[in-house]
């Protein structure tokens, strides 16, 4: 993790990256009591600035942070130009993800905040919301569950902010196959699905005991 003490310097667990102008910073590490100046490499091509250590080839080797002109920031260790491991991404427009990466994309565990949107908290493939996750949104709405390609698929629970709820079987971001749905008030319906609507057979149990057996 790093931390951002005022315009010129930049503090980590075991390094400090002080700038000394626009072309130039130094490097202490915690380990290496020798100071090193760098330069800051500037890419035209997509105007991104490289704040960072590289190998005898040109590579991005070791801690770096690439800024955009939308001021965009990337936090990294680069391993011959690629990202592995753990880094921060804050978007321009607010939006922050750490986690894992592998080959330079989103891969294992992550979070994501996206701006007065949501939040979520789980895993990734391929720049991806894959595998186990969790999802928290703005009005207290809650998913915890099965995601594929990013979208919610598998099994999973949806929590809205009024306490209605819906666990079973999801496909494309959609309530598919069986699932049980709590309205709240002692009223529940416990069947199948098709595109968020009660389709196939199903049970309606109510607060006051009576049922529904049929189809939908």
């Not at 998913?143 to 698929?153: F, Q, S, T, V």
């Not at 199948?192 to 109510?206: A, D, I, L, Q, T």
């Amino acid at each position: 993790t790093s931390t951002r003490n005022n315009t010129d310097r930049i503090q980590g667990n075991n390094y400090i990256i002080n700038l000394l102008n626009s072309n130039n910073y130094i490097i202490n590490s915690n380990n290496d009591s020798t100071m090193k100046i760098h330069n800051i490499i500037q890419k035209n091509n997509n105007s991104c600035r490289f704040l960072g250590t590289k190998d005898e080839l040109g590579r991005k080797n070791g801690f770096g942070i690439q800024k955009w002109d939308d001021n965009s920031k990337f936090s990294c260790i680069f391993e011959t130009d690629q990202v592995k491991g753990w880094g921060i991404f804050i978007h321009g427009d607010g939006d922050i993800y750490k986690g894992e990466y592998l080959n330079n994309i989103t891969n294992g565990y992550g979070e994501y905040y996206r701006q007065n949107i949501a939040i979520y908290k789980g895993y990734w493939l391929n720049d991806s919301q894959y595998g186990i996750g969790s999802e928290t949104w703005n009005d207290q709405s809650e998913y915890y569950g099965e995601y594929n390609a990013g979208k919610k698929e598998g099994i999973g629970t949806y929590t809205w902010a009024d306490g209605t709820s819906y666990k079973g079987e999801w496909k494309n971001n959609l309530m598919m196959g069986f699932g049980i749905y709590n309205y709240g008030g002692g009223k529940t319906y416990i069947g199948m699905w098709k595109k968020n609507h009660m389709h196939g057979y199903g049970e309606c149990h109510y607060a006051d005991g009576k049922k529904y057996f049929g189809f939908f």
